[in-house]
């Protein structure tokens, strides 16, 4: 059984940074595209960032500069590093894991960036 657990969300000022965090747990994470979705209120879930198992990364153009994703495979764990953040980023996050045909999705994560 596949888990994905987020961490890491919470409340910051506008220019200030927040790292996410995922622990995947009965998978072969490392074989595996590991991607952050945001979903602000109201609005449809957007993809963010993407990281395969080569370590190749994809940004959506409004965090290009600004998010870092990365993974660690020992620990079966992927990160969202967000510096300069804005008012606009404010939503709950989602770690996925793509495994074949498969998509796991966590509970999410609240990030919510005041003025």
């Known amino acids: 059984q596949v888990q994905l657990v987020e961490s890491g969300g919470g409340l910051v000022q506008a220019g200030g940074s927040l790292r996410l965090s995922c622990a995947a747990s009965g998978t072969i994470f490392s074989l595996n595209v590991m991607s952050w979705y945001r979903q602000a209120a109201g609005k449809q879930r957007e993809l963010v960032a993407v990281?395969?198992?080569?370590?190749?990364?994809n940004y959506a153009d409004s965090v290009k500069g600004r998010f870092t994703i990365s993974r660690d495979n020992a620990k079966k764990a992927a990160y969202l590093q967000m510096n300069s953040l804005k008012p606009e980023d404010t939503a709950v996050y989602y770690c996925?894991?793509?495994?074949?045909?498969?998509?796991?999705w966590g509970q999410g994560t609240q990030v919510t960036v005041s003025s």
């Open positions: 996925n894991l793509a495994v074949g045909p498969y998509d796991y």
């Open positions: 990281i395969r198992s080569s370590g190749s990364t």
